[in-house]
């Protein structure tokens, strides 16, 4: 039984060698058809704060088949390809820094090419369309077996917030 234990555990630690370097993952085109689609109306939710088209979010994508995952940052309105899947952010949100509890969310549409035949054209459906929380991942989730997608952060200030930091400098 020892034996086994050890040999299991060997394979098991040989799986971890991080010593092969990891391969990159390459950005490309966005479909047309895709890069063309309207975004989502989301309504007024830029009343105060930075305007929406001057934010960056960061999110975050994992492959989980060779797990390799990247940061991605996107201004509302951009989508970015990366392999087989479309990452499209319409806005990102963060709570103003007097508001309690604190909470960063970004609107994120996810489509992936569900066509595995290299010889055939990339065929992109989407998977995802909603708001996804940093701090409530649970809350609404990217479901699919290879792809995972969340909200690392939305780069926005509010008014007031520049005289914080100069009163602290």
């Known amino acids: 039984m020892a034996a086994l234990t050890a040999v299991v555990l060997a394979g098991a630690l040989a799986a971890c060698d991080k010593s092969a370097p990891e391969p990159e993952a390459q950005s490309t ?4 058809e ?3 689609e309207p ?3 989301l309504g007024d939710i830029e009343a105060i704060g930075t305007p929406m088209e001057e934010r960056v979010a960061t ?5 989980k088949r060779n797990n390799i995952s990247r940061d991605i940052e996107l201004s509302p309105g951009e989508s970015r390809r990366v392999d087989d899947v479309i990452v499209r952010l319409s ?3 963060r709570t103003a820094p ?4 604190a909470e960063t969310g970004a609107f ?4 992936v090419n569900e066509v595995r035949d290299p010889d055939d054209d990339a065929e992109f459906g989407l998977i995802f369309s909603g708001w996804l929380f940093k701090n409530s991942p649970s809350l609404n989730v990217v479901e699919h077996p290879i792809y995972d997608v969340w909200v690392k952060d939305c ?4 008014p007031g917030e520049e005289a914080e930091v100069d009163a602290d400098a």
Not at 29 to 32: G, K, N, S, T
Not at 98 to 101: G, R
Not at 155 to 158: H, L, R, T
Request: hydrophobic residues 50%.
């Open 108 to 111: 994120v549409q996810v489509f």
């Open 59 to 63: 999110l975050g994508l994992i492959n």
């Open 29 to 32: 085109e966005v479909p047309e």
């Open 98 to 101: 007097w508001e309690s509890p």
């Open 91 to 93: 806005a990102c949100e």
């Open 39 to 41: 975004m989502p109306d």
């Open 34 to 36: 895709l890069a063309s």
């Open 155 to 158: 780069a926005m200030s509010f």
